[in-house]
């Protein structure tokens, strides 16, 4: 099964460089190895991991799970509830996670990532497969007090180093789309667990709801949704996103510092 990923030669390299940037390398994981073209190998600890695609626009979507709408005291949504991470929020595997200055909770929303894989636009719910390219693993960082402050989300989930992605993404192929579960870990204890049947609104209908009014282009991600069980998180924790098949994302919580 492929594992497509990014890695940055050196620290310096941007979560958002694109692929021809020279700091940049394009591979496989295999066999806990990251596998260059050229047929480097580089044991999986040893590397930077950048996040596996670069979106023009990450397309999220809010209280996709009924009992998560629950959890946090709002309605289950008529139609889908739709919110854009910019592209400067992108984060990596075991990149840190900044707990900003002025934010006063931090909340983790494991969820399984739509790859894009050709330009979009009209999409009929029949055909939106046809349009994936493949999966992904993604953490909606959210500052829940901007979020209950602000009204509007941009703040709350579209800081910088608040949308981790990865380690990699997998052909929609070579994954079984209803076997998919969303496990999220806080320093070891789970606290979501969930399949990703679960949806209120399903793949082919977030396609075609989203097509209709905007074009997706090739590498776009969209953020499906999370289950109940979100959670706060303090600086030092440890989260990880795990969706068996596809991979195992982890960051760690880090202060902002002056």
Known sequence: MPFYARI????????????????????????????APAGASLPLESVLFLPPVRPSKIVCVGRNYAEHARELGNEVPAEPLLFLKPPSSLNAHRAPVVFPRGAQTLSYEGELGLVIGRRARRVAAAAAWDVIAGFTVLNDITARDWQKKDGQWTRAKGADTFCPVGPCWVPKETVRFEDLR?????????KQDASVTGMIFGVPQLIEYITAFLTLEPGDLIATGT??????????DVVEVEIAGIGTLQNRIERETA
Not at 9 to 28: F, K, Q
Not at 182 to 190: A, K, M, P, W
């Open 8 to 35: 940055a030669r050196d620290a310096g390299v941007p979560m958002d460089a694109p692929d021809h940037h020279p700091g940049v390398v394009c591979g496989r994981i295999e066999n806990g190895r990251f596998i």
């Open 227 to 236: 289950p109940p069980g979100v959670g706060a998180l303090e600086p030092g």
């Open 182 to 190: 969303i496990v999220t870990r806080v320093n070891g204890v789970v």
